[in-house]
């Protein structure tokens, strides 16, 4: 088979990394790709927004099956342009992944089918949002609508700061028109967990939960990032959690695009927060998780060509997903200055240390070859270092390990990813 997979991050080297495992599998293509990308995959340099050229390219190249890896050319339709071509993709049409692209469409979804989430209100004249702003209880929490790399919710503390929130999103659009819209949602405290699942548009089969570190600094400190670093399991997602998420969230989602003639095959990654309350959805993604993918993947026994095949043909009950029963943690390198400001282009040493070392992975995020053809840094978030071990800590002490076989100029890394786990 012939495997084209869409993106450039380090979600992206993990995929085409666990999907280059397949026996079925002959060739890989990444478009763009990145340098440890190229490892495993030829990278050809076609825009993940170029649907016409991608789909050109995968017609050419006669691809069997086309893998999305990242939010943006889903919510801007691949699947819809591939599909009347004709070429096989994996991921969800343009009216499914809207549960991603639209906060103020998932909230109300939520609402209609009885999901539980927090209470919130939409809004679309700044005016009315910043009326209703004077008196509400605070924190509170607001989201522009559309997408905003992760960076369009803003945590409130008094009527001050909401007013400039306001402000912010709808006036200034600071997130352009991810701003013409503004969901205002009230605040929820509790863990943090991450549940990305297969879905065929009736089945969904869950993956082993994680945990992301969005913050920039220790201690959750610091701005909010893509995320810093990953662990997986998450100790917090209990038996009991996971009893009430089957019972209330996951299939209630599935079914619920269905009833709205948005059928959803691809991956949804269940944002969710263990509230005092019970489990609570954060948001929906309608693709896989970075870095969560870096953790799950490494644990996944499943050919994951077959899973995806599945999902596209509709015979994902066919499949049973399983996982190592272990534990991985990804802690990310990234450049000093992330997600401000930071320089790029030093040069990468350390890369070949991972080679034949089981259980250790090192996943591209922003990288590239310079001229004279080494890998040097090409973004705020450089590297994932993923180990797994059989226990969380065991994890995290390899991955820990490896980083120090890493170097480049303008090197950072939080040092406590998965050390919540210590707590349980
Ligand atoms: P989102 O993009 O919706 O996942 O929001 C980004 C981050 O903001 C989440 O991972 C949470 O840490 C925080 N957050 C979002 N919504 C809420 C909420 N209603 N209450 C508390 N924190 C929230
Ligand atoms: N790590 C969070 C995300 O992928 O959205």
Redesign the pocket.
């Known amino acids: 088979m012939k495997i084209l997979i869409v993106g450039s991050g380090g979600r992206e080297h993990a995929i085409a990394w666990k999907v280059a495992e397949s026996p079925r599998v002959d060739k890989i293509y990444c478009a763009p790709g990145n340098a440890g990308i190229a490892g495993c995959a030829e990278c050809v340099s076609i825009g993940a927004m170029e649907f016409d050229r991608l789909a050109d390219f995968a017609e050419e190249n006669k691809i069997d099956l086309t893998v999305v890896g990242m939010d943006d050319p889903l919510v801007g339709g691949i699947v819809d342009v591939f599909e009347a071509r004709g070429l096989r993709i994996f991921g969800p049409r343009k009216n499914a992944a809207i549960l991603e692209g639209s906060k103020a469409f998932s909230k109300d979804l939520m609402k209609k089918y009885g999901i539980p989430t927090a209470a919130y209100e939409t809004f679309d004249d700044p005016k009315k949002a910043l009326e209703y702003l004077k008196t509400a209880p605070m924190p509170i929490v607001l989201k522009a609508d559309g997408l905003a790399l992760?960076k369009g919710v803003l945590i409130c503390n008094t009527p001050e700061e909401a007013e400039a929130g306001v402000r912010e999103i709808m006036m200034d659009k600071k997130f352009g028109s991810a701003g013409n819209q503004m969901v205002v949602e009230e605040f929820m405290t509790g863990r943090e967990v991450s549940v990305l699942s297969f879905v065929d548009g009736n089945t969904v089969k869950i993956m082993t939960s994680s945990q992301?570190h969005k913050r920039a600094q220790d201690g959750d400190q610091g701005l909010n990032t893509?995320?810093m670093g990953t662990f997986s399991p998450s100790p917090f997602y209990t038996e009991e959690v996971d009893a009430f998420c089957r019972e209330h969230i996951y299939q209630a989602t599935v079914d619920a695009m269905k009833k709205e003639g948005r059928t959803f095959k691809g991956i949804i990654f269940f944002g969710l927060m263990l509230t005092p309350k019970g489990p609570r959805v954060l948001e929906y993604?309608a693709r896989f998780?970075?870095?969560?993918t870096q953790v799950v993947l490494p644990r996944m026994k499943n050919d994951i060509v077959d899973v995806f095949e599945a999902c596209v043909d509709g015979r994902l009950n066919e499949i049973e997903l399983e996982f190592e029963d272990n534990a991985a943690v990804c802690v990310v390198l990234a450049s000093d200055g992330y997600p401000v400001k930071y320089e790029k282009g030093f040069k990468i040493k350390g890369l070949e240390k991972f080679e034949g070392k089981d259980g250790y992975y090192v996943f591209h995020a922003g990288t590239k070859f310079d001229q004279d053809g080494d890998i040097v840094t090409n973004g705020g978030r450089v590297l994932g270092v993923t180990a797994t071990g059989a226990t969380l800590k065991e994890a995290r002490a390899n991955a820990y390990e490896a980083t120090e076989w890493i170097d480049f100029a303008n090197k950072y890394m939080r040092h406590d990813i998965g050390k919540a786990i210590d707590d349980v």
């Not at 998780?289 to 969560?292: A, C, I, N, V, W």
Request: proline content about 11%.
């Open positions: 992760g992301d893509g995320g993604n998780g970075d870095p969560e």
